[in-house]
């Protein structure tokens, strides 16, 4: 079991930080670029566990990060950064332990990122095979997420290098069993490393639609109080 990283400067709790090898395959390497984690639109902020405001913040945050990489690897590097609710997820390979430090510490002071997860490897940069192979990965994720009737698809996001596969949201104990579990079983998928922050089934009824706003085809805004 593996403990991520997160900055000692700010923490977000409760968190569920696990990761769960797979045997078989090896990690590939090679080539540069920048990437920035995936944003929330339309009609999804709607059925989105966080916030309407948690989840611009976080397209902010995943905005602004494209400078302050630039800034600090230049071409040398392939940095993810992916923010759900106010969490930065780092991913991808820079050259030197430095650089890691470095990228961490340059995002914890973008405005409003509440903790960090550095997942950065210090590794030769992945190869174009190997993300296109990862795009492949995190759409069949998505997909078995979709097709798995006990759990809600749009709770998650997923993050995959390296074919390791990233996941994050708001999710209780037993969703995140089950999203690891469904990950696990996809072939080619090396590593899942669960990325969560735990609420009780309590908080998720919270956040479920009532019955009567099913009806009249509402739902139910998420409180802005919770904990997120």
Same mark, same amino acid.
């Not at 209780?172 to 072939?187: F, H, L, N």
């Given at each position: 079991m593996k403990s991520l990283s997160l900055n000692p400067r700010r923490r977000l709790a409760p968190l569920l930080l696990v990761s769960a090898s797979l045997l078989g395959g090896a990690l590939l390497s090679g080539c540069a670029g920048l990437v920035v984690g995936g944003a929330v639109v339309g009609g999804l902020m709607v059925a989105d566990r966080r916030t309407s405001g948690a989840q611009i913040e976080d397209q902010a945050i995943e905005l602004k990060a494209i400078n302050r990489i630039q800034s600090v690897l230049g071409e040398r590097g392939h940095v993810n950064v992916t /923010?759900?609710?106010?969490?930065?997820?780092?991913?991808?390979?820079v050259p030197t332990e430095a650089d890691r430090s470095a990228i961490e510490q340059s995002i914890s002071q973008i405005e409003n990122v509440r903790s960090i997860v550095n997942e950065l490897a210090v590794t030769a940069n992945s190869s174009i095979g190997s993300r296109s192979n990862d795009v492949v990965?995190?759409? &069949?994720? &998505?997909? %078995?997420?979709?097709?798995?009737?006990?759990?809600?698809?749009?709770?998650?996001?997923?993050?995959?290098?390296?074919?390791?596969?990233?996941?994050?949201?708001?999710?209780?104990?037993? =969703?995140?069993?089950?999203?690891?579990?469904?990950?696990? /079983?996809? /072939?080619?998928?090396?590593?899942?490393?669960?990325?969560?922050?735990?609420? /009780? =089934?309590? =908080?998720?009824? =919270?956040?479920?639609? %009532?019955?009567?706003?099913?009806?009249?085809? %509402? &739902?139910?805004?998420?409180?802005?109080?919770a904990k997120n």
């Open positions: /923010s759900y609710n106010r969490m930065a997820l780092l991913t991808g390979e990965l995190t759409s &069949k994720v &998505k997909a %078995s997420f979709l097709d798995a009737r006990d759990l809600q698809a749009n709770a998650f996001k997923v993050v995959t290098e390296r074919g390791q596969v990233f996941l994050m949201g708001r999710v209780t104990e037993r =969703e995140a069993r089950r999203a690891g579990e469904v990950a696990r /079983s996809i /072939s080619g998928v090396q590593k899942v490393v669960r990325v969560f922050e735990v609420i /009780s =089934e309590a =908080e998720l009824a =919270e956040l479920q639609p %009532s019955k009567d706003a099913a009806k009249d085809g %509402s &739902k139910e805004a998420p409180k802005d109080g």
